[in-house]
């Protein structure tokens, strides 16, 4: 026996909307994540700012020459140096919420137009750029509206790869309202439609969990109307909410692993990047105090990305140095699991471990972040396994098999 045709048809049918429904909504990982955000004041800020933060952070290496060494690795702390020489921040956003606070209307107004200006002079390398803005509540929406106005009068439009962040989201209302704004901004400045994106940071556990029980975040993907980039988890504000004492404020408290994983979920393969918080210990003080912080941040940068999370919060120049060193040790010893792998799933010679397409993709996935981030060359991979090319990574990525 067999379903009749009719039956048969309508099945497939509804399998095929399920499919289209699936792949509108869950369009696929987004590659070139930026492995940091560094956030600065917007009253502080200045064109110079990355060749500042990078020299001060090869000062901090060079003065902790033995303790990145011993973390790293000699060959990583070569690379890092160079890193932050030439290319030390990768994303950048001047803060006018709580690194700015509140100040008289003129003084944020002029402080707004000048970020603008230099967000659009940095240099190409720093290829992610923006502003956080105060939030979009009652006491501070139309300052927040505002500023934003200004810092794109600044900078005569939207400047290359501008996204700003929304902090203090609390309810999913506030992603509409926020998506209309983007609308009536673009509308009102004659900008191109669709020009304006946004980041929503995690800072509440109303934006994890609703009052119905619903994820807000999943929720606030999807009516974000595309406009949505990324999530940034907000580690201090959401510890204070969740009742947590400042003494154990951490991105690696329980609540905070809870929050991010949620996230995790809720942004995968939709495109959107989950972003890790801060730590507000910076390298400063005392020898002691200054070589207890290296080892903190490498040791919490190391944690994010063993977790699935490829980007944090870098609040200060000495976290640079922390950032990359242990990004690129992280990706380095990637490298040396993946490629092996890769090879015999090429090759299709099994072994003690028979990789499937999906994990083939997330070997690949990890050795093109790395290559992205520039932990390691094109050549490095290829040495490993010849036939490994990047073309070749990234079929395996989009979960095609390669022609050899």
């Avoid at 994106?197 to 606030?220: H, M, N, R, W, Y």
Wanted: proline share 5%; with cysteine.
């Amino acid at each position: 026996m067999t379903l009749p045709p009719d039956v048969l048809a309508g099945i497939e049918s509804r399998i095929g909307a399920v499919d289209a429904e699936l792949a509108r909504l869950y369009p696929g990982d987004r590659p070139g994540q930026p492995i940091h955000t560094a956030y600065v004041s917007g009253g502080d800020a200045s064109p110079s700012l990355p060749g500042e933060w990078g020299a001060a952070a090869i000062e901090l290496g060079e003065s902790q020459l033995d303790l990145i060494t011993e973390l790293a690795g000699a060959e990583v702390v070569k690379l890092v140096l160079e890193r932050l020489r030439h290319r030390p921040i990768q994303d950048l956003r001047l803060d006018f919420e709580d690194g700015y606070g509140t100040r008289p209307d003129e003084v944020e107004d002029r402080d707004a137009v000048r970020a603008g200006e230099i967000l659009r002079a940095l240099p190409d390398d720093v290829f992610s750029r923006g502003i956080r803005l105060k939030g979009l509540t009652s006491l501070e929406c139309a300052r927040a509206v505002r500023t934003l106005e200004r810092v794109l009068e600044g900078a005569g439009g939207v400047p290359t790869g501008f996204v700003f962040t929304l902090p203090k989201i609390r309810h999913i209302d506030q992603v509409e309202v926020a998506v209309n704004l983007c609308d009536a901004i673009e509308s009102a400045h004659g900008l191109p439609s669709g020009a304006l994106k946004f980041e929503l940071q995690i800072e509440s556990p109303q934006a994890v969990i609703a009052a119905d029980g619903t994820a807000t975040v999943a929720q606030a993907i999807h009516r974000a109307a595309g406009r949505c980039t990324g999530l940034h988890y907000g580690t201090y504000d959401y510890s204070a909410a969740c009742g947590i004492t400042p003494k154990f404020q951490s991105l690696e408290h329980p609540v905070a692993d809870h929050a991010k994983a949620v996230m995790q979920a809720a942004a995968a393969q939709t495109g959107v990047w989950v972003c890790d918080g801060s730590t507000q210990v910076l390298p400063l003080g005392t020898e002691d105090e200054v070589r207890e912080a290296v080892s903190r941040h490498y040791r919490l940068v190391t944690r994010s990305l063993e977790r699935g999370y490829y980007q944090g919060w870098d609040m200060g120049a000495g976290h640079l140095l922390t950032r990359w060193l242990a990004t690129f040790a992280f990706f380095r010893e990637a490298l040396g699991v993946a490629a092996p792998r890769i090879g015999r799933y090429l090759d299709r010679q099994g072994g003690a471990v028979v990789d499937e397409p999906a994990t083939a993709q997330a070997l690949a996935t990890v050795v093109l972040r790395g290559l992205d981030c520039g932990a390691f060359q094109p050549a490095d991979v290829t040495a490993l396994v010849p036939t490994a090319t990047v073309e070749v990574l990234h079929h395996l990525r989009e979960r095609k098999m390669p022609t050899l």
